[in-house]
């Protein structure tokens, strides 16, 4: 049996964004998602590498929207969750859990 392939930390969280915003998941949109949530401010460079990183793993699916004026008729660039991302994120976070069990004293202490 091959050793699965852990995600990263950021690709972790991308993954996540885009989970969450659905059928608005673009760009700017993940990056919007990464600050409110969990007050990381992501670049726009790291944020377009990570998600064409996981568009090559096989985690993500793009595809264009349609111009619009407001961009300047440029369209947008949205980003879908597939079977493999949404396994590589349970396997993810499994192994997170695997680690933590026993741990949650620790919290209670600090």
Not at 17 to 45: H, N, P, T
Not at 49 to 74: A, N
Request: hydrophobic content about 40%; overall charge neutral; proline content about 3%.
């Amino acid at each position: 049996m091959a050793e699965p392939s852990y995600l990263g930390e950021l690709e972790h969280m991308v993954l996540l964004a885009v989970l969450r915003r659905a059928d608005e998941a673009y760009g700017k949109g993940v990056r919007d998602e990464l600050r409110g949530r969990v007050g990381r401010s992501v670049s726009r460079s790291a944020a377009y590498i990570t998600l064409e990183r996981l568009v090559e793993k096989g985690y993500l699916v793009s595809r264009m929207g349609e111009p619009t004026g407001l961009r300047g008729g440029k369209a947008k660039r949205f980003y879908a969750v597939t079977p493999e991302g949404l396994e590589a994120l349970k396997v993810a976070g499994r192994a997170f859990q695997d680690l933590w069990a026993g741990h949650e004293a620790l919290l209670e202490e600090s």
